[in-house]
Antibody, heavy 118, light 106 residues
Framework: EGLLVESGGGSVQPGGSLRLSCAAS????????MHWVRQGTGKGLVWVSG????????RYADSVKGRFTISRDNAQNTLYLQMNSLRGEDTAVYFC???????????WGQGTLVTVAT | IVLTQSPGTLSLSPGERATLSCRAS???????LAWYQQKPGQAPRLLIY???GRATGIPDRFTGSGSGADFTLTISRLEPEDFAVYYC????????FGQGTKVEIK
């Protein structure tokens, strides 16, 4: 079972930027898709973005396309999410998740809170 | 693909059977249907993948089934630790979650 630890969350004004990181250990990071999933307070889970094992293929939810960029450093076992042009509706806990069998998410971090407000 | 879960809330007593539904807006491959459990303040935990495969360490009281557009998660006898929110999730061209079903103590 893998360990995922997110960092980089915080408070930012609308229009601002943040970069989230996810440090991975306990599994072969460079062989698996990695994802970001978010959850607003009292709300459900929403998939945000995913990146292929080699980092060449990225997928985004329509709500963040053009504003967020997912990337990874396989040498450092780290996943990133660069978030630009942030909006109030981006306020959420952001979870890092390991892509698993048959499109599922095998392991999850504990999440990092992003708050977008004036 | 939109996943609609029902009911929104299920009020049951420990020892009872829970039946949770997940309906897709169109037929989907059961190969890529998963279920998660989430407790307050915790990250989600994978229960079921491929519609019916149990993830590592998941008790056999959790059973996934279904095909086409209709999927079910059944908890045969609720234990106190099973009261939580459950989400279904599908992978097609992108990844999608249902809105969740809360299983609460009656």
């Amino acid at each position: 079972e893998g360990l995922l630890v997110e960092s980089g969350g915080g408070s930012v004004q609308p229009g601002g930027s943040l970069r989230l990181s996810c440090a991975a250990s306990g599994f072969s990071f460079s062989f698996t898709w990695m994802h970001w999933v978010r959850q607003g307070t009292g709300k459900g889970l929403v998939w945000v973005s995913g990146v292929s094992a080699d980092g060449t293929t990225a997928r985004y939810a329509d709500s963040v396309k053009g504003r967020f960029t997912i990337s990874r450093d396989n040498a450092q076992n780290t996943l990133y999410l660069q978030m630009n042009s942030l909006r109030g509706e981006d306020t959420a806990v952001y979870f890092c998740a390991r892509g698993g069998r048959l499109g599922s998410f095998d392991d999850w971090g504990q999440g990092t809170l992003v708050t977008v407000a004036t | 693909i939109v996943l609609t879960q029902s009911p929104g809330t299920l009020s049951l007593s420990p020892g009872e059977r829970a039946t949770l539904s997940c309906r897709a807006s169109q037929g989907v491959s059961s190969t890529y249907l998963a279920w998660y459990q989430q407790k307050p303040g915790q990250a989600p935990r994978l229960l079921i993948y491929g519609a019916s495969g149990r993830a590592t360490g998941i008790p056999d009281r959790f059973t996934g089934s279904g095909s086409g557009a209709d999927f079910t998660l059944t908890i045969s006898r609720l234990e106190p630790e099973d009261f939580a929110v459950y989400y279904c999730q599908h992978y097609g061209s992108l990844w999608t979650f249902g809105q969740g079903t809360k299983v609460e103590i009656k």
